[in-house]
């Protein structure tokens, strides 16, 4: 099995209490905490850390909904700095909830051999959700990190996390996911 680890939108707009979106910020600490424990533990496994960004289109209706958040090319679809980035790593945009909806990502992992994703990132109930749909619809496994998520509330990364483990995905700890015992046992949500 070939893994590869998502860390998907943590920027500054989703992450920031000033940013345009963000995440409840009684969450983002231990997020971006668990989510750079895992990056660390994929470097430390030769796992390949792939970024994932928000870069919605200035014309997109959506924007309205979202405050303006992530649109390509203004201030604050940066990553946020407290993320641990690797040099070299790839890093794929997206305009739509699914990483799917970039084209480029589906070729990378068939590149690389990809058949296992473990998720990292914002929002739970949100684009982690579209993505992990998008993902076992490829046939991919999916392990969601369910400490390194974050959503709205706690209700919203709680819906989401079992939305998807209902949809076929494992959701695990970063400290389940890089137990080396673990060996593909589904992990419990915390």
Same mark, same amino acid.
């Given at each position: 099995?070939? #893994?590869?680890l998502?860390?998907?939108d943590m920027q500054?707009?989703?992450?920031?209490?000033? @940013?345009?979106?963000?995440? *409840?910020?009684?969450?983002?600490v231990?997020v971006?905490a668990?989510?750079?424990?895992?990056?660390?533990? *994929? !470097?430390e496994r030769?796992?390949?850390?792939?970024?994932?960004?928000?870069?919605?289109?200035?014309w997109?209706?959506g924007?309205?909904?979202?405050g303006?958040?992530?649109?390509r @090319?203004?201030?604050?679809t940066?990553?946020?700095?407290?993320?641990?980035?690797?040099?070299? *790593?790839p890093?794929?945009?997206?305009? $739509?909830? &699914?990483?799917f909806?970039?084209?480029?990502l589906?070729?990378?992992?068939?590149?690389e051999?990809?058949? &296992?994703?473990?998720?990292?990132?914002?929002?739970?109930?949100a684009?982690? $959700?579209a993505?992990?749909a998008?993902?076992?619809? $490829?046939g991919?496994?999916?392990?969601?990190?369910?400490?390194?998520? @974050?959503?709205?509330?706690? !209700?919203? $990364?709680?819906?989401?996390?079992?939305?998807?483990?209902? *949809? @076929?995905?494992?959701v695990? &700890?970063?400290a #389940?996911?890089?137990?080396?015992m !673990?060996?593909?046992?589904?992990?419990q949500?915390?």
């Open positions: 099995m070939t #893994e590869a998502f860390v998907i500054t707009d989703l992450l920031d209490a000033e @940013g345009r979106f963000p995440v *409840a910020q009684d969450q983002v231990d971006l668990k989510t750079n424990q895992a990056i660390a533990g *994929a !470097r030769g796992i390949p850390v792939v970024y994932i960004t928000n870069e919605f289109r200035p997109d209706p924007n309205l909904f979202r303006g958040c992530c649109v @090319g203004r201030p604050g940066e990553l946020d700095p407290r993320v641990d980035v690797l040099p070299g *790593a890093a794929f945009e997206k305009w $739509r909830g &699914s990483a909806c970039n084209e480029e589906g070729e990378w992992l068939a590149a051999g990809v058949d &296992s994703v473990a998720l990292a990132g914002v929002y739970a109930d684009c982690i $959700r993505t992990t998008g993902a076992l619809k $490829r991919l496994r999916v392990t969601v990190l369910s400490d390194a998520v @974050g959503a709205a509330g706690q !209700r919203g $990364r709680d819906a989401g996390l079992r939305k998807m483990r209902a *949809a @076929g995905a494992d695990a &700890s970063v #389940e996911w890089m137990d080396p !673990r060996s593909g046992q589904e992990g949500m915390p």
